[in-house]
């Protein structure tokens, strides 16, 4: 897969529009997912989506294959893209309890497309595994900020715990993510 | 340590790129920070480590379909005319003719049909939708083509290497509109085969994005979605 989203990405950089319609339609359902899980409301995931695409097209020449793959380098143009969004929003105003109001969301097809299935395998692996060997309230700290978009903050009033503490757990779990890795 | 020094010192970087890559930086800070990773590539590089560490967090996240409006507006805003991809929905002869160019874009593969579509005599049919499936390695690997009146699907496997003795290949039409993956039935190994298509197979292929490949396991019940790897995989163009 990463080797398809490379080809295609370097023939984006050529301007082929064919290939640029072809990337939008393997990856754009995992890119908005994880727009929308940041953003939570479907107009705003809709325009970094667009936005995110825009820079694709036009930064795909950029991109350089030994500096990581094309997934991740994609989806840190989206998170990037929704993370200032956020920003400008005044996120620390936001309200936790908006959290769920994607909820009733279909989930797309594109979860039994075996090619999206396939992009879920080439990041597994070494990462997935050093994920899982993290304490189950690191991971779920560290997951629960990376996908909501929430501050320290938001978090330790979610779990009910002094913000000094869950910034302690995410550090630690970040800290034996990266040596696990480095092993 | 003053601030410009500061941010030279590694574990500093490692820090603030972590905490850049992870969204909890406040909005001053991240705009700070985005200035100074702009200019300074051991910053770069640091963030792209952690953006790498985290990719499988975001793998998790389920997959949504984006309304097709933002296809359209996006095509809008790069200049891109909607008719020359597949994502539009009805398609004329016009639209057809677009879609062929833009599938005429890939050129390894747009060589190969248009060859073949050359060598075809002057007296066989025209067919109605034509796919050219194109395996990992890029070379034009599988052509399908269907004709009406009668429906018939013929599959020329040009360059397909047969699959594991235990597997089978599987052919399955992809729904331009639902995205939903049908089953089109099992691939013989002859290097071209022929058959008649059901009403039902007929709009599945009609309604198609892409036709794709998978290999299957052999044993058991045919799945009626797919389970193995995809193998090929290409647009479906209608070319009458």
Redo the contacts between chains.
Sequence with gaps: MN??LR?LLS?CALG???????L??LI???L???A??LLKQ?PH??DV??EA??RI?YRAGSYQSD???P???M??IV?NHA??VL??Q?R?ERLLDRDADYGD????????????D???CD??GR??IC?EQLRDQHRQC??M???D?I??QQLADKLKKPTGTVKVW?RRG?EK??QC?EQ | MPGAVRYQDPQVQERLAREYVLGTMSVAVRRRFQRLLSADSGLQRQVQHWEQHLQPLADQLPALTPPRAVWRALAQRLGHSPQDVAQKAGRGWLGSLRLWRGLTAIAGTAAFALAWLLVQTPEARPPSYLAVLEGGESAASIVATAHKEPWQLTLELVKAPPPASDSSLHLWAVSADTGKIQSLGVLGTDAKQQRALSGAEWLLIKGARSLIVTEEAKSGVPPNQPVGPVRYRGLCVQLG
């Design positions: 080797e398809q080809d023939r082929d529009r064919g290939a640029f319609a072809h939008y339609e754009s359902p995992k908005y997912g994880v929308l899980r479907r995931a809709d989506l667009q695409f825009t097209w500096l990581g793959n997934m991740t380098w989806t840190a998170r993370l200032d920003a400008a005044g620390h969301i279909e989930i797309a097809e594109a979860d039994n497309d075996p090619e999206a396939t992009l879920l990041a597994a990462l997935g994920l560290i997951a900020i990376y996908w978009g501050t320290y995410v970040l993510l990266r890795l």
